[in-house]
């Protein structure tokens, strides 16, 4: 962990005299790069779709995608079914769920564009309009709350020179509250993207941006 500037880069467990990289804990030095079109069908639906590298104008469906789709729908009795995963795609592909976005999926489903678009605004985890390449989430609830999460929040606006909601200049960050990441053991939680960052404190924000941002360069 001595190359890591603060003690949590997003993972959990890493503790006492345990010295892991995230990749021995996360296990991506043995599954390797996440494979468009999905890999197994099993698992096709179950990606994290919040990343870094965004195309909005990028197709849906098509190509590996397209495959990966029919995967998804191989494992749901009906396409209504398979709407979140689908959904959760269209994010991973082009970092947000537009009105358009919602009407081609609605149409791969064979689904109406209204029962689309109401299920999409019922779920804060689809982004509505785009966001930065790093989506930074910061638990607000209660434990994280009374661990001082509104200065984490705070610290992220600062740093980001932003308000709740907007993206930064340089593109990098958006930063919103969350209602609850289901950390409360490990306050103040911060879910960027994919990823957890847990007992944030003030003081760690810009080393954790900075982080962020080197990853990316």
Same mark, same amino acid.
């Given at each position: 962990?001595?190359?890591?500037?603060?003690?949590?880069?997003?993972?959990?467990?890493?503790?006492?005299?345990?010295?892991?990289?995230?990749?021995?804990?996360?296990?991506?030095?043995?599954?390797?790069?996440?494979?468009?079109?999905?890999?197994?069908?099993?698992?096709?639906?179950?990606? =994290?779709?919040?990343?870094?590298?965004?195309?909005?104008?990028?197709?849906?469906?098509?190509?590996?995608?397209?495959?990966?789709?029919?995967?998804?729908?191989?494992?749901?009795?009906?396409?209504?079914?398979?709407?979140?995963?689908?959904?959760?795609?269209?994010?991973?592909?082009?970092?947000?769920?537009? =009105?358009?976005?919602?009407?081609?999926?609605?149409?791969?489903?064979?689904?109406?564009?209204?029962?689309?678009?109401?299920?999409?605004?019922?779920?804060?985890?689809?982004?509505?309009?785009?966001?930065?390449?790093?989506?930074?989430?910061?638990?607000?609830?209660?434990?994280?709350?009374?661990?001082?999460?509104?200065?984490?929040?705070?610290?992220?606006?600062?740093?980001?020179?932003?308000?709740?909601?907007?993206?930064?200049?340089?593109?990098?960050?958006?930063?919103?509250?969350?209602?609850?990441?289901?950390?409360?053991?490990?306050?103040?939680?911060?879910?960027?993207?994919?990823?957890?960052?847990?007992?944030?404190?003030?003081?760690?924000?810009?080393?954790?941006?900075?982080?962020?941002?080197?990853?990316?360069?």
């Amino acid at each position: 962990m001595s190359d890591i500037p603060f003690k949590n880069p997003g993972w959990a467990g890493n503790t006492g005299e345990f010295e892991l990289s995230e990749e021995e804990v996360r296990g991506a030095d043995f599954v390797g790069d996440r494979p468009a079109d999905g890999g197994h069908a099993s698992g096709a639906g179950t990606m =994290p779709y919040m990343l870094a590298h965004k195309e909005p104008e990028a197709p849906l469906f098509d190509g590996a995608y397209k495959d990966r789709l029919e995967k998804i729908l191989s494992r749901y009795p009906t396409k209504q079914a398979a709407l979140l995963p689908a959904l959760g795609l269209a994010q991973e592909i082009r970092g947000h769920v537009s =009105p358009a976005s919602m009407d081609e999926v609605a149409d791969a489903l064979e689904l109406s564009s209204a029962y689309v678009r109401g299920v999409a605004t019922f779920y804060t985890m689809y982004n509505k309009r785009p966001v930065g390449r790093h989506l930074v989430q910061v638990c607000t609830n209660i434990s994280c709350n009374l661990a001082g999460a509104d200065e984490v929040v705070d610290a992220f606006l600062k740093y980001t020179d932003t308000e709740l909601g907007e993206t930064s200049e340089d593109g990098n960050f958006t930063v919103i509250e969350a209602e609850c990441l289901a950390a409360c053991g490990f306050p103040t939680c911060v879910q960027i993207n994919s990823r957890y960052f847990e007992n944030v404190t003030p003081t760690e924000v810009p080393k954790i941006c900075e982080h962020l941002k080197a990853e990316g360069e």
